[in-house]
């Protein structure tokens, strides 16, 4: 019990000493001994060298990696060590060592390890006497040498064999020829940046033995022969070795097996032209082949038929000829009679003959093919298409886009059926214009035309032909839709300007002398403000303005369009809108009474200078009512006044300064008062007059 106790608490102990401990990494070195660079077979050793700072008392723990070309090498991480014994160039590389403690680590220079010098390697073999086709096993040796290596077995500048292993040693089976006389091996080692090859290890003069089975090749008759003729080959072998089961021997022609049993039997052909060339005869046993080559010349019993049509170019209901022929034949063999003939279409027999007559039509069109035949010799043409020409159809006219007087367009001309090339010709007035070939299937002739007027549409003809001119059809008369542009539109307004006033209706009319329809006709106002458009199937078009007003009065214009899209302008007509009758004859009137009023005012001003009073004195006149008066008076409720002007001879003094006349003006009130006269105003009627005087005026 006591013992555990103080276990743990040395444990204890130990491992809080280890936690508080302090450490510091200064510097870390590798160290190769005996040097950088070292013979193959010397004993190596790197030692990874720490300087570490850490505090008083503690033990630090170390842990070091060893790396090759930055790969970690090492498993035992404890020692600072790692030995390299008997050294080898795959040991050769960039090395470096890290220390690691607790929470750092650091790590050394990087220094390069090379070791010098390749184990030569040593090459052996079972046996050195063979026959030709044997295989033999050839050991190659590197005894001591590590990592991947790649061995070469070489036959001077030829390489025989190559095998790339982790072992120092290789042994390959080895199938030589007769030419293998001088074997060696090396190998290769593959380093971080390059590669290395041993020397070339002992040579080995190898005994080979040829093998006789180059086969003689023989033709009967002769190499020399004529279509027709039966061909008979042999390949002959020394017969030693025919007993063996894996012997063989091949017949070949170009890339065409013939045989593979030359061995047991011959191989017979009857010849044929295209039968000359190289034959071969390839004998086989195990792994050792041997050939020999003949030519051999075959002579054409008879050339290759030739397959003729006459005319070349036949039209629907003519005539036309097949005919097969041969130039050349082999004289000595066969005579031309002897050749029979089969003429083909389509793979039917349409004849046995060498020529076939026949009218050409849909019938007659397809493929033809020529057969001849003599002494088992069959040879055929290719096969040749025939087809009868088809004559032009009626040509049929039409335009592109729309026909405008005085505007080119096109016109196309084409028929429906016909063999290539046609030639059209557009025709105005049977007058040839313009000419053009077509060569391709669905093309059109196409014709730069223009005409002056509607009528001039109906001149145009077209021509189509493909065999001469008795193959000439024409077509209808062209017949389409002309449009012709509008003509300057004249604008009409009703009624006449000048004579319209407020509140009537005015109509403009815009009118055009020419012009398909529709037209689209738009009326504008002042500068350009569109105000009415419309389109109409005749030739002019109105627009009313209801009820006018003064501020109607402007310039007016129309604009006329078409699909010949061609706008036209009228000229600007002003409009001036004048005041109502009832209008004028109110202002009549008014002034009418201005004028009556102004007579009135200058009659008053006459009769109130009838009153005439010195210049002097007021005029105050006051009279008692009489009963006309008194009538008066009852009859309003307001007093009358009269106004009076009197006039004052003054007399004149030579003596004194000029007088200038004066008028003083004496007003006379006439009041009344309706009921008794007791009840009028005492001062009853008052006079008041205008006096006028001759008072003297100022001379400048």
Wanted: proline share 4%.
């Amino acid at each position: 019990m006591w013992v555990k106790i103080v276990t743990f608490l040395l444990l204890f102990l130990f491992t809080s000493e280890e936690a508080c401990a302090e450490y510091v990494i200064k510097s870390v070195q590798l160290i190769i001994e005996p040097g950088n660079s070292v013979e193959r077979g010397t004993n190596v050793s790197l030692r990874c060298q720490a300087d570490v700072s850490h505090s008083l008392g503690s033990h630090p723990n170390y842990i070091y990696n060893f790396y090759k070309d930055f790969k970690l090498l090492n498993t035992d991480q404890t020692t600072d060590r790692l030995y390299i014994p008997d050294a080898r160039m795959a040991h050769s590389g960039t090395y470096k060592c890290e220390v690691v403690t607790k929470e750092q680590k650091m790590e050394s220079s990087v220094i390069d390890l090379t070791v010098k010098g390749l184990q030569t390697p040593v090459l052996t073999v079972k046996k050195r006497k063979l026959t030709e086709g044997d295989n033999v096993t050839a050991v190659c040796t590197a005894k001591g040498e590590i990592s991947s290596l790649t061995f070469f077995f070489s036959n001077g500048l030829q390489v025989l064999f190559t095998e790339k292993t982790e072992s120092y040693q290789v042994a390959p089976q080895l199938v030589l020829t007769k030419e293998a006389l001088n074997i060696f091996c090396f190998y290769c080692i593959t380093l971080y940046s390059s590669i290395k090859c041993s020397d070339n290890s002992n040579v080995i003069t190898l005994d080979i033995q040829e093998l006789e089975i180059t086969p003689n090749i023989t033709v009967n008759p002769s190499p020399n022969v004529v279509e027709g003729d039966l061909i008979i080959f042999k390949c002959i072998v020394n017969t030693t070795y025919q007993i063996n089961s894996d012997f063989k021997i091949l017949l070949i022609y170009g890339q065409t097996m013939l045989s593979l049993t030359m061995a047991q039997k011959d191989y017979y052909m009857s010849a044929k032209a295209s039968d000359s060339g190289e034959y071969e005869c390839i004998s086989r046993l195990g792994g050792v082949s041997k050939s020999s080559a003949m030519n051999i010349t075959v002579k054409e019993l008879f050339s290759m038929p030739a397959l003729s049509i006459h005319p070349a170019e036949v039209f629907e209901g003519e005539p036309f000829t097949i005919s097969c022929e041969i130039n050349n034949i082999s004289s000595e063999r066969i005579q031309k009679d002897e050749i029979r003939y089969s003429i083909f279409q389509d793979q039917t027999s349409v004849i046995n003959g060498s020529k076939y007559n026949g009218i050409a039509g849909k019938a007659s069109n397809g493929k033809y093919m020529c057969v001849a035949e003599a002494k088992g010799i069959i040879k055929k043409t290719e096969m040749d298409r025939f087809e009868a020409k088809v004559l032009v159809s009626k040509p049929e006219l039409s335009v592109d886009g729309p026909v405008i007087v005085n505007q080119s367009f096109l016109i196309h001309c084409h028929s429906t059926n016909g063999s290539l090339p046609i030639i059209y010709s557009l025709k105005r007035d049977n007058i040839t214009l313009n000419r053009t070939k077509v060569s391709n299937p669905h093309e059109k002739a196409c014709f730069l035309a223009l005409i002056t007027t509607p009528s001039d549409i109906n001149r145009y003809v077209c021509e189509a032909e493909n065999n001469g001119q008795v193959s000439s059809k024409m077509s209808e008369r062209l017949h389409v839709t002309v449009i012709v542009p509008v003509g300057k539109p004249l604008l009409t307004v009703i009624p006449v300007p000048g004579n319209i006033e407020e509140g009537s209706d005015v109509t403009l009319i815009c009118n055009i002398q020419k012009g398909s329809p529709p037209i689209n006709f738009t009326f504008y106002e002042g500068s350009g403000t569109e105000i009415h458009n419309t389109i109409v199937q005749s030739n002019s078009a109105s627009y009313d303005l209801t009820s006018v007003k003064r501020h109607h009065s402007g310039n007016y214009y129309c604009e006329a369009n078409n699909r010949a899209n061609t706008l036209i302008k009228s000229d600007t007509i002003t409009v001036e809108v004048s005041l109502a009758t009832w209008k004028k004859a109110l202002i009549a009137a008014f002034c009418m009474m201005l004028v009556v009023l102004l007579v009135l005012f200058i009659v008053k001003r006459y009769k109130a200078k009838r009153v005439v009073v010195n210049n002097t004195e007021s005029v105050w006149n006051e009279r008692p009512l009489d009963v006309a008066d008194q009538d008066s008076l009852g009859s309003t409720n307001e007093g009358d006044v009269e106004y009076t002007e009197v006039v004052h001879p003054q007399p004149i003094d030579p003596m004194r300064i000029p007088l200038k006349k004066g008028t003083d003006t004496v007003y006379s009130e006439l009041q009344t008062t309706q009921g008794n006269i007791e009840h009028v105003n005492h001062q009853g009627l008052l006079e008041y007059a205008e006096l006028n005087h001759d008072l003297p005026e100022p001379v400048d």
